[in-house]
């Protein structure tokens, strides 16, 4: 009789090491791909405008909003605002004109909670019309 007892069948085993390597990889290269994709969506492109330049200015205010935050109110006489009496200083200006237009030059570099602030002391003031001005595509050339 031929009995074998010294040999072991080994059972079959899966590898999990290179299934692990790739996946690895694969996260590496999302999350590489992801952070790249985000910085390329931050790219913004500031309109410019092909319309003619307004002749008639007739209850004009502007309001520039520099780089750094700063307010420039011009209703006749150009001053700088603090933020705080924004509202206030606007509101007078809107009294004495009629049918008031605020008028925005926002620096490209001004953080939108600066442009945020003018428009909401805008409405405090009760001034219903706002334009953006932007430059023009001729003199951009």
């Given amino acids: 009789m031929n009995f074998r007892r010294g040999i072991r069948r080994d059972e079959p085993e899966i590898n999990f090491i290179p299934?692990?390597?790739?996946?690895l990889v694969i996260l590496i290269f999302l999350m590489v791909t992801t952070t790249y994709s985000k910085f390329t969506e931050l790219q913004v492109d500031l309109p410019s405008a092909n319309a003619e330049a307004a002749t008639e200015r007739p209850s004009?205010?502007?309001i520039t909003v520099s780089a750094?935050?700063?307010f420039l109110l011009d209703a006749g006489n150009p001053q700088f605002v603090a933020e705080a009496s924004l509202a206030t200083q606007l509101g007078r200006a809107a009294r004495e004109r009629k049918d008031p237009v605020l008028v925005v030059y926002a620096d490209a570099?001004?953080?939108h909670q600066s442009?945020?602030?003018?428009?909401?002391?805008?409405r405090q003031a009760g001034v219903?019309?706002?334009?953006?001005?932007?430059?023009?595509?001729?003199?951009?050339?």
């Avoid at 299934?19 to 996946?23: M, N, S």
């Avoid at 219903?128 to 050339?141: E, G």
């Fill in 115 to 122: 442009v945020m602030q003018v428009l909401e002391a805008a």
């Fill in 68 to 70: 750094d935050g700063r």
């Fill in 60 to 62: 004009e205010i502007t």
């Fill in 109 to 111: 570099g001004a953080r």
């Fill in 128 to 141: 219903a019309k706002v334009t953006f001005a932007a430059r023009s595509s001729a003199s951009s050339r």
């Fill in 19 to 23: 299934l692990i390597d790739v996946l």
